[in-house]
């Protein structure tokens, strides 16, 4: 497999936390953690397979450390790359913007040209709407530490071998 770029907040606990786990799921694959706090634009067209992450903010929001990458994201040049998301969310208190931020990092890889893999079933969740949704499923894996903790060991493990198939 080739080397993959991991990118996500690592300032940010639960999203630090999901990450972590996702690259021990990997086991020897070789993963190069970037923190999006200090990454540059750039760096995502290093890779041939991306893996971003965010969890959720307040009314659907991306966190703010996203922020100031977005204007360079939107002239990456991302075709030939493959990009999975994850993201996390609390659909019990957020239920009409659960885990927007996946569908906001995916509609921002697509349109730099990168092909999305690691889409997931919606099946176990309870929520109103999400920009994560297309075609009845979340463009990538959907964590609720919040509500569903006991699931997200089992939903990491099966994402990332859905993962190790879709970017080979």
Do not use: C
Not at 57 to 74: A, K, N, R, T
Not at 83 to 97: K, M, R, S, T
């Amino acid at each position: 497999m080739k080397k993959i770029g991991m990118f996500y907040g690592t300032n940010t606990v639960k999203t630090a936390l999901v990450a972590k786990e996702i690259k021990e799921a990997f086991g020897d694959a070789e993963i190069d953690v970037v923190s999006v706090e200090s990454a540059a634009g750039k760096e995502f067209e290093q890779y041939d397979n991306l893996i971003v992450g965010a969890a959720t903010w307040f009314d659907g929001e991306l966190p703010s450390y996203w922020d100031e990458l977005v204007p360079e994201l939107d002239s990456l040049v991302l075709k030939g790359k493959k990009v999975a998301v994850f993201g996390l969310g609390d659909q019990v208190n957020y239920p009409e913007n659960f885990v927007d931020g996946i569908g906001i990092l995916a509609d921002f890889m697509v349109s730099s040209g990168a092909a999305l893999v690691g889409k997931t079933s919606t099946e176990g969740y309870l929520f109103e709407q999400s920009r994560a949704l297309r075609d009845g499923q979340f463009l990538g894996l959907a964590i609720d530490i919040e509500n569903q903790s006991g699931q997200t060991h089992q939903r990491i493990k099966d994402w990332v071998e859905q993962l190790r198939k879709e970017f080979n």
